[in-house]
């Protein structure tokens, strides 16, 4: 990353503002702004997060934010209310009190001496959503947006459920949540009153999972800042951005379809990271992409952005399996649009038939999928987000617990660009279930690299708001788009569909272990074919500004481990995510942030799954203005019956070796929907 200081404004910096609220609350901002800003005043871009800026993004902050300020714009990044060192308590994500204090911070910001009066909002996963959330409120002084690995469909793709099953993230992020939210208000710039806020907030701390393992089907409550109810509120310009290793890219072609505002869209081979910096490689200059964008809607500068096709998209070179890649190979396209020209996507269709995947035939007998419960311990995260070994390892394990139909080798390869989907009919032994479908690559020497994935709660099969149980044995007919891809597959490998009854620990188990019947007939597997032209790198390389100056204490050590009991056929996967141990030089503030998951399953019994998670946050500063040294510790576990969810949950807080707070939950949630 070219790292730039040489920049054509001189950038102020405040540290810490404070946004006050129509009710009195205090928001603390952190704004970079062109020296001469009071006299030349700019255009501004919001960044609006729970996250705390003095640590939480500080590090992309620095990147980021001085960057495009060098450039002419005022960037603000601001906490939501009870984070960071903002006043107030927050209760849920996405909250309709989380929008209202937007549109107030939108408002105030385009009334500053130094802005014009017109905003653009920028922010990747929550900044991303409420970017959305806020323009279908049509704030007047928001003209663009560029929204990075979010979604217009609360319930379909965020953390919570996918294909109306529900994903152990679901727990992963409350757990998360429950430590962030624990973080303290910094002593140095919110002075005494720090503990009385801190104190509060542990006191009245929200158990985010019960809020939503309580809604286990799509109703109102993910209704709310679902921009998909009506995308025609969206008037301001949208960008919408993801990657391979995220997981929010099905969000950009129904966006790009359904909205009637100014769009774009970018998919690169990233994780959930801003894309100058993210991996695998290749990195882009993002910074210079999003100032093109700022350019044309807040400045009125024609920079030729809106005159290139509006989507483009990365095909990653198929490679053998691993658990992390560095730099992915592959090839930029662009298309005209979403759904794509049939001259740039076409569909073929192959059959799931007695000779395997095939161009023509037919399944003349039913097959069984008996998958046990332990069956996917091999998916890998759902979401690269801690720059660790996440993707997926060879699946041969998982493929051999799985039904599975091949193709002969593809001897000039084959460049895949959209949604396979697969189009069967099943029956389940019991009145539940789950299917997951999974594409992989199969190399001559037999290795098995997952290209893309998609998975069904059969009791939400037809559509994700209405709960119908299957009747054991009955047919069911199944139409199930797996995740949006681009990938080129190599000459002379095979693809292989594999399908089966269990996916864990991506999803909860069923109620109860429920195997399938795939059905005779004629069960078919729709693939996207790309015949979009190659282009060369469409970005410039990634630019930044001077980062923060951090002294690692202890560096961060995720990893992820499975491990199997022969006696009872147990899998256990465990997930550790170490941050590491830092101290930011120039304020002094020391931050050990690190977790451990462990998933466990039986092979025939649901009720044994389970899942245990475990956060420790340490916060310190030693000398200077504003000493303290705090620790939380954070636990959530979850077991099930065929009835019933227990989740039990506990924290405690220490301010030195004092116990400050503590906290225990027990609560019993009636099984719904899975």
């Known amino acids: 990353m070219n790292i730039r200081d040489d920049f054509p404004h001189r950038v102020r910096h405040i540290d810490n503002t404070w946004i006050t609220l129509s009710d009195g609350t205090r928001l603390a901002a952190r704004i970079w702004l062109p020296e001469d800003a009071e006299q030349h005043p700019v255009p501004a871009i919001l960044e609006y997060l729970p996250y705390r800026k003095r640590d939480g993004t500080a590090v992309r902050d620095e990147l980021t934010h001085p960057y495009l300020a060098g450039h002419g714009y005022a960037c603000v990044r601001v906490d939501m209310r009870g984070n960071g060192e903002s006043d107030g308590l927050m209760q849920d994500e996405y909250a309709p009190q989380e929008q209202a204090d937007g549109l107030e911070v939108i408002d105030w910001i385009a009334s500053q001496p130094w802005c014009t009066g017109k905003l653009g909002m920028m922010g990747i996963s929550w900044g991303g959503f409420n970017g959305l959330q806020l323009a279908a409120l049509r704030p007047e002084p928001l003209k663009a947006i560029i929204t990075l690995c979010s979604t217009d469909d609360r319930y379909a793709d ?3 459920y996918k294909g109306g099953n529900m994903l152990l993230e679901n727990l992963g992020w409350a757990a998360t949540m429950l430590s962030f939210s624990a973080a303290v208000p910094d002593p140095q710039l919110v002075g005494e009153r720090w503990r009385e806020m801190w104190l509060n907030r542990l006191e009245n701390m929200p158990l985010l999972a019960q809020t939503w393992l309580a809604h286990q089907h799509r109703d109102d409550y993910w209704r709310h800042g679902s921009v998909c109810e009506n995308y025609g509120d969206i008037e301001a310009a949208v960008y919408t951005i993801s990657g391979w290793g995220d997981a929010y890219m099905n969000a950009i072609p129904r966006m790009m379809e359904q909205l009637t505002c100014p769009k774009k869209a970018l998919v690169g081979p990233w994780i959930h990271k801003y894309p100058h910096f993210a991996i695998p490689d290749p990195a882009i200059g993002f910074l210079q992409e999003a100032l093109r964008w700022w350019d044309y809607w807040l400045k009125d500068i024609d920079t030729g952005i809106m005159e290139e ?29 979403w759904p794509a020209p049939d001259d740039e996507v076409e569909t073929t269709t192959l059959m799931l038939g007695d000779h395997g995947l095939v161009a023509r035939g037919e399944l003349s007998e039913s097959r069984r999928i008996t998958s046990p419960l332990t069956a996917g311990s091999l998916q890998g995260e759902y ?18 617990l799985a039904l599975t139909f091949d193709s002969e080798p593809w001897a000039a390869g084959l460049e895949l660009l959209g949604q396979p989907t697969i189009e069967v009919s099943l029956a389940s032994d019991t009145d539940g279930g789950q299917l997951n479908v999974r594409l992989c690559d199969v190399s001559p020497e037999g290795e098995s690299a997952l290209i893309t994935y998609g998975t069904l709660n059969l009791n939400l099969r037809n559509d ?41 620990p991506l999803v909860w188990s069923p ?9 005779a007939g004629t069960p078919r597997l729709e693939l996207p074919v790309s015949r979009a032209a190659h282009i060369d790198m469409p970005f410039e390389p990634p630019e930044a500004a001077t980062p923060c100056r951090l002294e690692t204490l202890r560096p961060g050590a995720p990893k992820r481990t499975i491990s199997e009991d022969v006696g009872s056929g147990e899998v256990t996967v465990m997930v550790e995510d170490d941050m590491g141990d830092v101290r930011f030089v120039d304020h002094g503030l020391r931050v050990d942030q690190r977790a451990r998951e462990i998933y466990t399953s039986h092979p025939t019994d649901a009720t044994k799954t389970r899942a245990e998670i475990q956060w420790t946050y340490r916060a310190s500063r030693n000398e200077g203005a504003g000493q303290f040294s705090v620790e939380v510790e954070s636990r959530y576990e979850l077991r099930c019956d065929e009835t019933n969810f227990y989740l ?4 405690v807080a220490r301010e030195g070796d004092r116990v400050v707070s503590e906290r225990q939950w027990a609560h019993t949630i009636a099984r719904t929907a899975i």
């Open 464 to 504: 994700p708001g209405v709960i119908e149980l299957p009747v054991p044995g009955a047919p069911l007919q199944i139409r199930l788009a797996m995740d949006l891809i681009g990938y080129r597959l190599p000459k002379g490998h095979r693809l292989r569909v594999a399908l089966s009854s269990a996916s864990f």
């Open 383 to 400: 979401i690269g987000l801690w720059y660790g070994a996440d993707f997926p390892p060879d699946q041969r394990r998982d493929d051999g």
């Open 648 to 651: 039990d949950a506990s924290q």
């Open 511 to 519: 109620k109860r272990r429920s195997d399938l019947t795939l059905l």
């Open 309 to 337: 096709p509006e989507c483009t998209f990365y095909l990653q070179d198929g490679l053998p399996p691993a658990p992390k890649y560095d730099v992915r190979p592959g090839q930029w396209v662009r298309t005209h649009g």
């Open 158 to 160: 965020d953390i919570h």
